[in-house]
């Protein structure tokens, strides 16, 4: 009904280019509740492998997803066999016990009792870390399923030393005492299983072993990777390169909480790391694999509910302000998966405007809290908050005393954030200037909001001058990143030029004196556009402002011509022109008679050649008649007869390198067999000559 498990990918280079560039993260939201449908589909009502289907339903049940029945019956079918039959797998116990804890299904007295005996086997003879994890943790979960249920572990400070074993100095582990590499997805699988250990053991273990434990933990910590916006997470160095980041990480935290919850002593992890794992997970965005988007959403619902530390997770609706329409800032604090956070209060400590990494704008606001939309917001900024780029940088401040759980964040949490508005463009004209004295020869004034009818003209010993000035609500310079003046002949050929701003001025100057050469000496009707836009400009505009009328020089004769236009102007997008390629003209062959004649001198010398072995009298009385001496001569007389065979194949098919290759093979053979064969005739005419 059900095969191995699924496929697994390696996404290493998709995760790094993700978190690398990642600022603001998000908790899980109903984007992943969707796109779990789509990952997770059964096939004909069922998954390929109990695996598979552990993690399907742990991950919707995580979600909050609820479960379709029909599924529910197919799948607990398959626990019911396997619980109850003695020769499955422990790999298979192992699942089918984590399927029948969130299904619920309907598990005979008997069955228990056979599945405990052979877990209970399982760890006795394990060798392997892997026997030991799916015996252990089975176990552990018969305990939970089914209390009651005699579980005794036998020696549990022995089966803990036997697992400890398996242990690295630098806080990794091995699968087995026979392989020498480590492995990071192992130590989580092994922190697992010492858990259970621990938590199945009838009387305490030697808190030495714990505390060993806890500092094979730290060592683990200092392997640990790092991006530069505070992201952390666990990676392989060499063995088992099957499991990528995404899946190396969560089984470390799966081992890690596991621990944390079984041993009372706790457990103290660095807080920043603890949230960089939790952004980790975040800023991989949906995994498109389903072992990877199970591994995903089971780490975070780990560092949700553990015993060492809640990461809270700060995070904007958007990161887009309009200071036209008053936006307020949004901002939530919520845990990993999107739960409500516990009563705390956020500040903006600061906002730096990109222009300036040294100038802030704010400085020292507490947030305002609403209760209704669960989220911190600043109704209000100061009037020196301008449009453009700027780095807000938050802080959280708890009270650890009125929660249960220990909550960590950020002691800074940076997020980039984009003012936009209105920027006002005023003073706008455009002028007809003399060339010698610089006077004003026509100008009009310009509204540049919507598009003008300007009729102008002029001549090659005149100028144009646009000009503008450009300044945000506030009342400052505003440089766009996009100014740009176009005139455009009637004839469709397009000159572009920048307009350059200096302070709150924008201007161009075109001396058509010096551009009658690029202008390909067109006289006639040029149309006007200026573009303005940026990021941060909300009226960015496209104008087409009117025309012009050139009178320029004739072309001289040796001036470049404009290039030829095409009359449709979207077909430079569209196929172009098939490339035909001409071979070389093939030599002439001499005729077909004469090619046949050569072929007949060739072969005569052959002919020749066997009407001399009729004249010499060649017969094969001579030939060897015992076995060994037989096979010999047949196989040199067969050398000789494949190497004819290999010249006629070279003449009608094979090139020469695939010829020498053959040949090479073929004259090692022959001397082999030909020198035996030989030494065989030499030795038979030594006995005739004695006798």
């Known amino acids: 009904m059900m095969a191995g498990g699924g496929v697994r990918f390696l996404v290493l280079i998709l995760v790094v280019a993700i978190c690398g560039a990642a600022s603001v993260f998000q908790p899980i939201s109903d984007s992943h509740r969707s796109a779990a449908l789509d990952v997770f589909v059964p096939v004909d009502g ?6 598979e289907a552990y993690e399907a339903l742990k991950t919707l049940e995580i979600l909050g997803i609820e479960k379709k029945s029909d599924l529910s019956s197919a799948t607990c079918e398959y626990v019911v066999k396997v619980l109850g039959s003695s020769s499955s797998t422990l790999k298979d116990a192992f699942y089918a016990l984590n399927v029948n804890g969130i299904l619920k299904c309907k598990i005979g007295e008997a069955g228990p009792k056979d599945i405990v005996s052979q877990l209970q086997a399982g760890v006795k003879d394990a060798k392997l870390l892997l026997d030991f994890y799916y015996s252990v943790r089975g176990l552990v979960l018969v305990k939970e399923q089914f209390p ?9 400070e022995a089966i803990f030393r036997s697992i400890k074993a398996l242990s690295q100095s630098d806080g990794r582990w091995r699968y087995s005492s026979n392989n020498p590499e480590s492995s990071t997805f192992a130590a989580g699988l092994a922190y697992e299983t010492l858990a259970g250990v621990i938590s199945l053991a009838p009387s305490e273990l030697d808190p030495s072993l714990i505390q060993t434990l806890k500092k094979g933990i730290v060592k683990l910590f200092d392997s640990i990777q790092k991006f530069d916006d505070g992201t952390f997470y666990f990676d392989e160095k060499s063995v088992d390169a099957s499991q990528g980041p995404i899946s190396t990480t969560a089984s470390v935290i799966r081992g890690l909480t596991s621990f944390a919850a079984s041993e009372s002593t706790g457990l103290n992890l660095p807080g920043d790391k603890i949230v960089g794992l939790a952004k ?20 975070l ?19 887009v302000i309009s200071l036209t329409k008053k936006e307020p800032l949004k901002v939530k604090v919520s845990t990993v998966l999107g739960s409500k956070a516990p009563a705390l209060s956020v500040k903006l400590t600061q906002a730096l ?4 990494v040294d100038s802030s704008v704010i400085n020292n606001q507490e947030l305002k809290f609403d209760a209704d939309s669960a989220t911190y917001f600043l109704d209000s900024f100061p009037k020196n908050f301008d449009v453009g780029k700027y780095t807000f940088v938050f802080e959280i401040l708890l009270d650890d005393s009125a929660h249960e759980k220990v909550y960590i964040t950020e002691a800074q949490t940076k997020v980039p954030i984009a003012a936009t508005g209105v920027i006002s463009i005023e003073n706008a004209e455009i002028a007809v200037l003399d060339s010698d004295i610089g006077s004003v020869e026509s100008q009009k004034k310009l509204d540049l909001t919507k598009d003008g009818a300007v009729s102008l003209s002029a001549n090659h010993l005149q100028k144009l001058r646009l000009s503008f000035q450009l300044t945000t609500p506030i009342g400052n310079a505003f440089k766009p990143h996009q100014a740009f003046f176009k005139l455009k002949h009637e004839s469709q050929v397009e000159h572009i030029y920048l307009v350059k701003t200096s302070g709150k001025k924008a201007e161009l100057v075109l001396d058509f004196l010096g551009l009658v050469e690029k202008l390909y000496y067109l006289s006639g009707k040029y149309e006007i556009q200026l573009t303005i836009g940026d990021a941060s400009m909300e009226n960015s505009l496209l104008s087409n402002i009117g025309h012009i009328e050139l009178d320029l020089p004739e072309r001289p004769e040796k001036a470049p011509r404009p290039p030829q236009q095409s009359t449709e102007p979207y077909s430079r997008y569209g196929p172009k022109a098939e490339i035909s390629h001409i071979f070389r003209i093939p030599e002439k062959l001499p005729a077909k008679q004469l090619s046949l004649v050569f072929l007949g001198v060739i072969v005569l010398p052959f002919i020749g050649f066997l009407i001399g072995l009729t004249r010499l009298g060649v017969n094969i009385k001579s030939f060897p008649s015992s076995t060994g001496s037989a096979i010999s001569a ?3 007389h067969g050398g000789i007869g494949a190497v004819l065979l290999l010249y006629v194949l070279f003449w009608l098919k094979l090139d020469l390198f ?12 022959l001397l082999f067999v030909g020198h035996r064969t030989l030494s065989q005739l030499a030795a038979a005419s030594n006995k005739l000559k004695s006798a």
């Open 353 to 356: 405007s990109s222009k300036s």
């Open 658 to 669: 695939t010829t020498l290759k053959a040949l090479s093979l073929l004259g090692v053979f």
């Open 46 to 51: 069922s998954y390929k492998s109990l695996e």
């Open 148 to 156: 009651g249920t005699d579980i005794s572990l036998g020696d549990a």
């Open 280 to 299: 980790f997970f975040l800023g991989v965005g949906i995994p498109g694999d389903a072992k990877d988007f199970f591994n995903q959403i089971d780490a």
């Open 634 to 636: 047949l196989l040199f």
């Open 301 to 319: 619902a780990c560092l949700e509910d553990n015993k060492f530390s809640v990461p809270l997770i700060l995070s904007l609706p958007s990161t």
